[in-house]
């Protein structure tokens, strides 16, 4: 395991411990930690996780600091419209964090073999006009165009309305922990009208099943909250 394949490398050191870890709902899928980790920090308007490689081991540092606020209801909004896929909330991440980057540059971001390799990693973001490209072959450059990321007006239709269930409960869960106290019909509005209103009630009933969410209040009077922010 090395700084450069560790993002698309996996070692078991323990095959019996990841499989009861596994079965036990404490790990996700084999080799997606890494990845989460720079999905998540790219979100947030974060450096992804930095890599040093000591003796016998691998070192990885996370930083606190926010680079761009702007970034951050970017992809958020990016990401509730389009349904994006891991690989594409990533290179949008690491896109809209920099002016600009060529082909050789995001693959070296990726810790990708070759240029042929960042086809998924693209996915659909062209198509979709998130992203826009100027050249050919590795000195192609890849940039998010300024305007869109200030004013999120995406030219392609929202797609919230067949929106995946865990996909909707991280936007509430995600909303909450923006506007806590918040009640039904000001979810609804902020997360999308277009996602019909009972499959928000059914969403903050799940999440209040499962310990995730507390709320106050009856019928048009109720308030929510996240579970850990009311400690």
Known sequence: MTPENIPHTTVRRNEHLARVFHDL?????EGSGYDRMYEVLLSQGRRPPALREGPDRIEVTVERRVLNDAVIDFIRKADETFQLTQRERITLGLLAQHDGLTARDLVKELHLP??????????????????????????????????????????????????????????????????????????????????????????????????????????????????????
């Open 25 to 29: 709902g404490l790990m996700e899928r």
């Open 114 to 231: 070759a240029v042929d390799d960042l086809k998924p990693w693209l996915g659909k973001l062209l198509d979709l006009e998130l992203i826009r490209q100027a050249g050919r072959t590795r000195g192609t450059r890849y940039f998010v165009d300024a305007t869109l990321m200030r004013t999120l007006e995406f030219s392609h239709g929202t797609t919230l309305a067949r929106i995946e269930p865990h996909r909707l409960s991280a936007l509430v869960v995600e909303d909450l922990r923006r506007h806590p106290g918040s009640g039904r019909g000001e979810i609804h509005t902020r997360i999308g009208k277009e996602i019909p209103v009972s499959r928000i009630q059914r969403t903050l009933k799940k999440l209040v099943d499962e310990g995730i969410v507390v709320y106050q209040g009856e019928r048009r009077w109720r308030r929510y909250w996240l579970e850990d922010s009311r400690r």
